[in-house]
């Protein structure tokens, strides 16, 4: 009897770990899943594993950018609003900025079957013009930063990851471990 109950554990392990690796390879769905990660789960069952895993991982890449880029843009803008109210990016911004602005908003306007962006001018620009805004004014922002160089830094570094991101290649551990890096920084410091 003992040699029958081995076998039928023996035979419970396999089935289990079996069960796991269907679940993992995408095969066999999880009873406890929602039905939004049920639809994906459909979707993405032909896909490679590797696919399906760098983009598990990506996810959290994604949010720090993003928690990072739009901090900053909220930083910025709220900045100048206290400075120069409503009309803040008209003083603000360069000519190259103000062009970019006008571009994107008209080819918004000819792709209006396509939502547009956030209405607020600053997201219009590009990550690195974030950086310029605040060391062409570094007199608005030197009480609240270190220095021009730090925050330089910080943008630009997390640009070229922002690049990665964009392009949908998965980004290096140790690039996301510095985006992670430059949030922390950037919400000790600014708040």
């Known amino acids: 009897m003992s ?7 023996f035979s419970g392990i396999l089935a289990s770990h079996a069960k796991r690796e269907l679940e993992v390879s995408g095969v066999l769905r999880t009873p406890s899943m929602a039905a939004e990660e049920t639809r994906d789960h459909d979707l993405f069952a032909a896909v490679s594993s590797n696919v399906r895993g760098a983009s598990i991982y990506m996810q ?34 360069n000519a190259a900025m103000k062009k970019k602005l006008e571009d994107r908003k008209a080819t918004e306007e000819k792709n209006q079957w396509h939502t547009g962006r956030n209405p607020e001018p600053i997201y219009y620009l590009d990550f690195g013009d974030l950086s310029l805004l605040i060391t062409n004014h570094w007199a608005e922002f030197k009480d609240l930063l270190p220095t021009q160089t730090w925050a330089q830094s910080r943008i630009q570094d997390a640009e070229r990851s922002r690049n990665v991101i964009a392009h949908t290649n998965t ?14 920084d950037w919400i000790k410091q600014v708040g």
């Open 3 to 9: 040699k029958r109950v081995n076998e039928f554990v």
């Open 60 to 93: 959290r890449c994604y949010r720090l950018l993003f928690v990072f880029e739009n901090l900053i843009r909220e930083f910025v803008a709220a900045r100048f609003h206290d400075i120069d109210g409503d009309a803040w990016f008209d003083k603000r911004a």
């Open 171 to 184: 980004l290096a551990t140790e690039e996301a471990d510095r985006l992670e890096m430059y949030l922390r």
